[in-house]
């Protein structure tokens, strides 16, 4: 399973970018999906994550109220909407995905990983 991501780009703080992540040759419907960062010079991190099998979502407290991740059914990705975006943010943005493990603190239990989509919010 491939997984791709997009929607990165330079923006302004306050402003809003759009990550999307799909499955070449799958659909995502069936796996947990989750988006991890790695600002520069610092470890990776959990942003969000959603279940498959209910729903359910996850965020870490930096970014609860202002990122919002869904699955688009019909264009069978996982989006990650990101509004009121801060300098802080800035980082390689990473789609990771697995049938069966979803957890927010261990990127390690995810079988597949996108290369990465990069993040920069300055001024």
């Known amino acids: 399973v491939q997984l791709v991501e997009s929607g990165g780009g330079s923006v302004q703080p306050g402003g809003s970018l759009t990550l999307s992540c799909v499955a070449s040759?799958?659909?995502?419907?069936?796996?947990?999906v989750c988006w991890f960062r790695q600002p520069p010079g610092k470890e990776r991190e959990g942003v969000s994550c959603i279940n498959s099998s209910d729903g359910d979502t996850m965020y870490t407290d930096s970014v609860k109220g202002r990122f919002t991740i869904s699955r688009d059914d019909a264009k069978k990705m996982v989006v990650l909407q990101m509004n009121s975006l801060k300098p802080e943010d800035t980082a390689v943005y990473y789609c990771a995905a697995d049938p069966f493990f979803w957890s927010l603190n261990r990127g390690t239990g995810y079988r597949y990983w996108g290369h990465g989509t990069q993040v920069t919010v300055s001024s």
């Open positions: 040759g799958y659909t995502l419907d069936n796996f947990h």
